[in-house]
């Protein structure tokens, strides 16, 4: 049993770890589900969990979340910044009542300001709460090879494979400015910034993999750094 959801409060384990995925509800270009993010963390959580055992649970995703830059499509469902960052807080606090360690598994960056503000909140009150990435070295920013490539892994017929077109390919670095500015539409009129052609299931497993590996050797390091992000000491040379 590591669905939280699934279970009674009678069958629960005594101070258990609690994975809770965060995602969004946002556009990811004319070919992908609005709750990409939310599947992708919901995969991560449930993942790590199997392969960790034991008392790890994994609670029901929070699935709206900052999503003030694709604003401008249909379908996005953002609370914003302040909302999450309160959302977070209470729930650690509620949580932390009969669970032990709190980890926050999280597939959108746009909520990376609130989680980190939440996280810091919480460990500064006593929780032992922390935050971990769903990410790769090798990801494209949205909606482009990495995510669609884990969206045909995950789930196939929600991927509309025959609307994928590559959107702007530039690198963060050059387009920040124009992001931050008018957000996603500033740069890219299909809401994609990436190209996902050549997207594959079995790239999307791979990926899913490696993401499962690195959540899972960060929660066994354990080591939360002045963010909330828990993970490997990072050395200096």
């Known amino acids: 049993m590591s669905r939280l959801a699934d279970a009674t409060w009678a069958e629960l384990p005594d101070r258990p770890t609690v994975l809770v995925p965060v995602g969004s509800i946002e556009q990811h ?6 709750d990409t993010d939310t599947a992708i963390a919901e995969a991560v959580a449930r993942g790590a969990a199997d392969a960790v ?8 995703a929070l699935s709206y979340g900052s999503s003030g830059e694709h604003q401008a499509f249909a379908g996005t469902c953002s609370i914003g910044t302040e909302v999450l960052q309160q959302v977070v807080v209470e729930l650690v606090r509620s949580l932390r009542t009969w669970a032990g360690r709190i980890v926050l598994v999280n597939a959108h960056g746009g909520n990376l300001m609130a ?7 919480m460990r500064d009150e006593g929780h032992d709460v922390a935050w971990v990435p769903c990410a790769t070295e090798d990801v ?10 884990l969206m045909l892994h995950l789930r196939p017929g929600s991927v509309r494979l025959d609307r994928a077109e590559p959107g702007d390919t530039r690198p963060l670095g050059e387009i920040l400015p124009l992001l931050m500015q008018g957000g996603v539409a500033a740069v890219s009129a299909n809401g994609v910034l990436g190209d996902p052609t050549g997207a594959s299931a079995s790239r999307g497993a791979e990926v899913l993999a490696t993401m499962i590996g690195q959540t899972v050797d960060a929660l066994a390091a354990g080591v939360v750094d002045a963010r909330g992000r828990i993970g490997l000491v990072e050395r200096t040379p």
Request: aromatic share 0%.
């Open 53 to 60: 055992g034991g008392d790890v649970l994994v609670a029901p």
């Open 140 to 149: 494209d920013l949205h909606a482009g090879l990495t995510e669609t490539s």
């Open 29 to 34: 270009g004319p070919h992908l589900p609005l």
């Open 115 to 121: 989680l980190t503000a939440a996280v810091v909140q």
